[in-house]
């Protein structure tokens, strides 16, 4: 059975370097263990448009996405009832139930 994890990226106000490091190697250990789904608060940033460790995670996540590293990457203001995947994860992890009720611009979920 694939379990749910959660990540914070912004605990010890890390650079962003430093940020991406430990989700590389979250999603890595993540990979080779039975989680299949991570939650990712990055944060949103205090600038009013998104702060880099939120920027360089989902740029990350979005090019693991495409290789087909990753299975998925829903970014939290899209994990809604309108969004198949995230349903289909709601139904799965139910520690994400609350996330769809919620417009997060800090999260971001990742199903390995």
């Not at 991406?20 to 949103?44: D, F």
């Not at 460790?53 to 994990?79: S, Y």
């Amino acid at each position: 059975m694939k379990r749910f994890k959660e990540i914070n990226l912004e605990v010890g106000m890390p650079t962003s370097a430093d940020a991406l490091a430990l989700l590389k190697s979250s999603i890595a250990n993540a990979k080779s263990g039975s989680i299949g789904c991570l939650y990712v608060i990055h944060g949103y940033g205090s600038s009013g448009k998104g702060g880099a460790i939120r920027e360089k995670a989902r740029q990350w996540l979005n090019a693991q996405a495409r290789n087909e590293t990753v299975k998925a990457v829903i970014n939290g203001e899209d994990f809604d009832i309108f969004n198949a995947k995230a349903r289909d994860l709601k139904s799965t992890y139910k520690e994400l139930e609350q996330l769809s009720k919620v417009c997060n611009h800090g999260v971001t979920v990742v199903e390995l």
